[in-house]
Every structure is written in structure tokens, then in C-alpha cells.
């Protein structure tokens, strides 16, 4: 298959990193971006910070003007709020959504110019099972994913003259630091719920040493990267398929999105 040139964003560990790494392997010219950077073998690293817009920009004027071109986009940065619904902050509840949410657009923004002027391009977003279902302890991680989903579906549905794709992966329970990496809200001390969130993260660190390997969800979105005409929505596992099909009709959200390119497909001149 031709190299393509892929841009990944959070990329410092976990899933995003093992992507670099996998896509690497398979001949691709991988742009890794995190906040700090640090090397990663065969991958080139650069500074990105989904929250500040100048970063972003100079990583992805940095890219097309050493590679002429941008194949696919990985949105993965991203980080998990623990915290009940009423007792998170203002702020803890904006951060949230600027890395998950806002982060992501920003970074969309940004490359949609260069894949419009070659009129071709994939933007694969890291989403989660709890995208479509919620958790208790997890409400505004939650929110951000369901916002993430809808934001994706209408911008699938919107830039497809160009041959721009966009696609959703959705893990489940994954065995990385994610659970050792979530932010406790920061008046935990004094919720009703005494140390709700604090147990919850215990619980999540037992269920995520038993998660899927996260190789295998690095494996799934290299093999989203190298499909001429990807789904919008994947599963990485058969534990979240049931998940998500407990939720919604079609978990490759295919049906749907066909039914709104056939609607506005006379609606935009390219």
C-alpha cells in the first residue's frame, strides 16, 4: 500500500503512541504530536498542544510544508474527568471539554484547508463506548465523547465532496494508564458522596488491567488509516460492540450517514 502521511495527536503514551509505532511499522509517515516531546523510534515528534491554537498550527504548517500533503489525522489527546455530575467546578467542567472537545476542533480546523486543496483525506477522532452509554463517576468525560459523536457525525455528512472521511473508534475497557491518569475532582473532600470517585477509580484500575490489549486498538485505527472507504463508527472489540448495539440500530453508523450524503450531496459546491 503507498505511505500515506498521518498526524496523531496525543501521542506521548498509550494508545496514541502505539499507533505512531504500528503505523510506522507498516511503512506510514507518522507525525506523533504531545504537549512535551519525547523521541519515539521511526516516528517523527513534534509539539502540539490541542489547547493552544499556535502550537497547532505550526505542527501542521511544519508537516505539509516538509510533505506537501496530509493523508489522515488522529485525534486521541484526551484525558478523563472522575467526578459526580453536580460537584465538579466550573473549570474542571471547561478544561474538560477544551482538551476533549474543543482540542479536537481546533486541530480539524486546521488540516481541513490542505485536504480540501488535494480533495482527499481521513479524520479518525478517538472516541470511547462511553460516547453512547455513560458512567457514573464519569458523567462530563461522558459528555465530551457524546459531543465528540455528534460533532463527527454532522462533519462526516458535510465534507464528503472532498473525499474527506471521518470516522469515530470507540474502545472499551483498555489495559492502559488511563484509570492511573484520571483527574479527581478537586472538592472531592467535601462531596455527599464522600469517596465516590476515589473507589471508582480503584474499580476502574482493576477492570482496565483486564482490558483489551491496547496493541490490538492501535492495530484497529492502522487499519482504519488504510481503508480507501472506512465505516464511520468502529468497535475495537466484540465486548464493545454489545455494548454500543445495546444503544443503537447500526454500531457502524453507515446507514445513517449514506441517508445524509444522499440528502445534501446537490447542496455543496466543491
Known amino acids: 500500500m503507498e505511505s500515506q502521511v498521518v498526524l496523531i495527536t496525543g501521542s506521548s503514551r498509550g494508545i496514541g503512541r502505539l499507533t505512531a509505532l504500528e503505523l510506522s511499522r507498516r511503512g506510514h509517515r507518522v ?6 516531546p519525547e523521541p519515539i523510534e521511526n516516528v517523527h515528534v513534534e509539539r502540539l498542544d490541542v489547547t493552544d491554537e499556535k502550537s497547532i498550527a505550526e505542527a501542521v504548517s511544519n508537516l505539509i510544508e ?12 484526551g484525558y478523563g474527568l472522575l467526578s459526580p455530575v453536580d460537584t465538579a467546578t466550573d473549570d474542571e467542567i471547561m ?10 476542533i481546533r486541530v480539524i480546523r486546521e488540516v481541513l484547508p490542505q485536504m480540501r486543496k488535494q480533495k482527499s483525506g481521513k479524520i479518525i477522532n478517538i472516541s470511547s463506548v462511553v460516547g453512547v452509554v ?3 463517576a464519569m458523567g462530563w468525560y461522558s459528555a465530551t465523547k457524546h459531543a465528540l459523536e455528534a460533532v463527527s457525525a454532522s462533519l462526516a455528512s458535510t465534507v464528503f465532496p472532498w473525499n474527506i472521511y471521518v470516522s469515530v473508534v470507540q474502545p472499551g475497557s483498555t489495559a492502559t494508564e488511563f ?3 484520571l483527574k479527581l475532582e478537586e472538592g472531592g473532600g467535601n462531596s455527599p458522596y464522600g469517596d465516590f470517585s476515589k473507589k471508582h477509580q480503584e474499580r476502574m484500575k482493576n477492570i482496565l488491567t483486564d482490558g483489551q490489549p491496547p496493541e490490538e486498538v492501535a492495530e484497529l485505527i492502522a487499519d ?3 481503508d480507501p472507504k472506512p465505516h464511520f463508527r468502529y468497535q475495537t472489540s466484540e ?11 447500526d454500531p457502524s453508523g453507515d446507514q445513517w450517514l449514506n441517508q445524509q450524503k444522499e440528502t445534501f450531496k446537490g447542496w455543496i459546491n466543491t
Not at 95 to 104: A, E, I, P, S, T
Open 134 to 136: 455513560s458512567n457514573p
Open 95 to 104: 478544561k474538560q471539554f477544551d482538551v476533549n472537545l474543543f482540542g479536537v
Open 224 to 226: 482504519v488509516v488504510e
Open 31 to 36: 507525525y506523533a504530536t504531545m504537549r512535551n
Open 179 to 181: 484509570a492511573a491518569n
Open 239 to 249: 465486548r464493545a460492540k454489545q455494548i454500543v448495539s445495546q444503544f443503537v440500530v
Open 66 to 77: 516538509k510533505e506537501g500533503r496530509l493523508d489522515c489525522v488522529i485525534n486521541n489527546a
